[in-house]
C-alpha cells in the first residue's frame, strides 16, 4: 500500500501553495497536468510576481475557475515577494492573508510543508469522517468537523489522518458508489452499519483495505 500522502506535485512550499490554490474544486490529476508548464516557467514567487494574470491564464485554462485563479496567483505572488521576502509564511493568520488562501489551503500547505498538526476538511474527509461516524451529525460545517477530529486525534497523526481520510474519500468511500462491500472499516462505520440493517451490505462483506490505483 501507499503511503498516505498528498497527490500534487511539488517541489517547493511555494510550489505546493500554488497547487492547492488551483486544486479547488478541481482534480489533483488536472492540476499535475498544468503545474509542470507553470512551474518552468514561474518556479518561484519572485518569478510569479512578474507575471500578469494574462501570462498565468496560458498556463491554467484547463483548470476549474481560472480566470479567478489566476488573478489570485498573481496578487499572492506579489504579497510573498513584498511581506513575507519571497518564503511562505508558516503562521496561519500570514497564510490566509495571501488572496485565493482560505483555511483549508493554509491548513494544507502548514501540514504537508512545515509539519504542522493541521487538518483541512475538504469534501472528502467531511464526508468519511461523517459516514464512519467520527464526527457527531451536529457537526454543519467544516471548521466544526476540524475541531472535532482534532480534539480526538492525537497530534503527531494529523497530519496523516487527513490524508488517510481524504484518500479514502476519493477511493473508497466515494459520495455516489461507497465500495462498502470491499472497505476495511465496514465493521466499525456507521454508515455500513445502516446498510446492512437495510440489507445493501453483505454481513460478510471483506474486510480488506483497497489501496489508490498506482
Known amino acids: 500500500m501507499q503511503a498516505a500522502e498528498t497527490e500534487l506535485q511539488y ?9 492547492v490554490v488551483l486544486s479547488a474544486q478541481c482534480t489533483d490529476k488536472r492540476v499535475n497536468l498544468v503545474t509542470p508548464a507553470l512551474f518552468g516557467a514561474y518556479p518561484t514567487a519572485e518569478a ?11 498556463y491554467i485554462r484547463s483548470v476549474s475557475y481560472p480566470h479567478n485563479k489566476s488573478n489570485h496567483l498573481a496578487g499572492l505572488a ?28 493554509a491548513n494544507v500547505v502548514q501540514s504537508v510543508a512545515f509539519s504542522q498538526s493541521t487538518m483541512a476538511v475538504d469534501t472528502h474527509v467531511f464526508r468519511v469522517s461523517h ?7 451536529s457537526c454543519t460545517t467544516p471548521y466544526s468537523v476540524e475541531r472535532e477530529l482534532t480534539r ?13 481520510l481524504l484518500l479514502h474519500g476519493r477511493y473508497v468511500c466515494q459520495a455516489r458508489k461507497p465500495k462498502c462491500d470491499a472497505c476495511g472499516l465496514n465493521s466499525c462505520c456507521r454508515y455500513a452499519e445502516k446498510a446492512k440493517k437495510a440489507g445493501k451490505l453483505s454481513e460478510n462483506a471483506k474486510n480488506i483495505v483497497i489501496s489508490r490505483p498506482k
Open 131 to 137: 459516514r464512519i461516524g467520527l464526527v457527531p451529525d
Open 78 to 105: 506579489r504579497m510573498l515577494v513584498s511581506d513575507y521576502g519571497g518564503e511562505v509564511p508558516q503562521a496561519h493568520d500570514d497564510l490566509v492573508r495571501l488572496p485565493g488562501v482560505g483555511r483549508k489551503t
Open 48 to 58: 510569479m510576481a512578474q507575471a500578469t494574470p494574462g501570462d498565468i491564464f496560458g
Open 152 to 164: 480526538h486525534i492525537p497530534q503527531a497523526d494529523i497530519p496523516k489522518a487527513h490524508h488517510w
Open 11 to 19: 517541489r517547493t512550499p511555494f510550489q505546493l501553495l500554488v497547487a
